[in-house]
């Protein structure tokens, strides 16, 4: 297969965990004979900085032209601590979601066997937990009308949701359902909100399409309450912008490291696959930033174009490289040597000796990163 991926590395760690997405992908196609072509284009601070626009129209244009999209992360202190920035890493971001159409994000939580102590929750809360989490991306609160008074004392934001916008991510919800275990909990506040209320009618009539998922509701403090007390309930969560936005990211203190957790974002035509963790700045540079969230975006990436085997070839690298502890110092405290690129370095070489499972690990100390 030949795709063009166009490489938004951004901000922060973004390049340095990119690039080692970028280099599993890489041993992937030579070991399964695809054509994978690169080209980077700058977004969010740095585009700033470049151009005064976080999302340059030459970057939009390759991303329409692109296959599909792999990014980094997005954001730099200078803008986060200053209020009054008309301009933002983040505007590029949810432009390039709303010009590309990407209205489904797509999170994967899954707790590692091997990582069960990592957690900061009890082991036998987590083992087990698998949840698949379905956020809507383009509309909701993030892309309402907003408004600030003319004194600056009063702000609002509109919450707008549309049955269009509902139900073409319930439907990719309820379908992914039907290939895991079969259950869909929508998360809302329907007890409040207008637009929880159009979503929980609208989800409840398209469930009877699918009469082999239940479906069940939460409210979303409680289902914030239940990620904690029991995740191994949830199978696919269904949800709007803001709530998904901050479910998706409690959960991820479920596997023991944000660094873990991958997403996929798509539309109709488009589909971007990013780390769900942020530039981290104060990282950068350091080798310390864990590139593992970025390598199963690229595994999410294999699997929008039903490379499924190669996806898998990929997600055993990353489940042996935890299993023998080749992880950044925010999984390992023993081997704080262990660099983002090291990491990088032995799933790519596992790529290539799939077979192979007796790993010298002085070798990956020196750098030399060889499975003999």
Known sequence: MKLNIAVLSGDGIGPEVTHQAIKVLKAIAQEFDHSFRFKEAPVGAIAIDQTGNPLPDDTLQLCEASDAILFGAIGDPK???????????????????????????????KAYETLLDKSPLKENVIKGTDISIYRELTGGI??????LSEDGQVASDLCEYSREEIERIAHLAFKAAQSRKKKVTLVDKANVLETSRLWRKVVTELAKDYPDVELDFLFVDNAAMQMILNPKQFDVILTENLFGDVISDEASVIGGSIGLLASASVGNKHAMFEPIHGSYPEATGKGIANPIASI?????????????????VIKAGVEKSL????????????FDHITTSKVGDFIEDFIHNPKDSNLNFTNIHLGQSTII
């Open 323 to 334: 299993q023998l502890h080749v992880t950044t110092p925010d999984l390992n405290d023993n």
């Open 296 to 312: 199963l975006s690229a595994a999410m990436l294999l699997e929008h174009f039903g490379l499924y085997k190669e996806a898998n």
């Open 142 to 147: 993030y892309f309402g009308e907003k408004q």
């Open 79 to 109: 803008y986060d601590n200053n209020p009054s920035a008309k301009v933002r890493p983040e505007q590029g971001l949810l432009k390039l979601r709303k010009s590309l159409g990407l209205y489904a994000n797509i999170r994967p939580v």
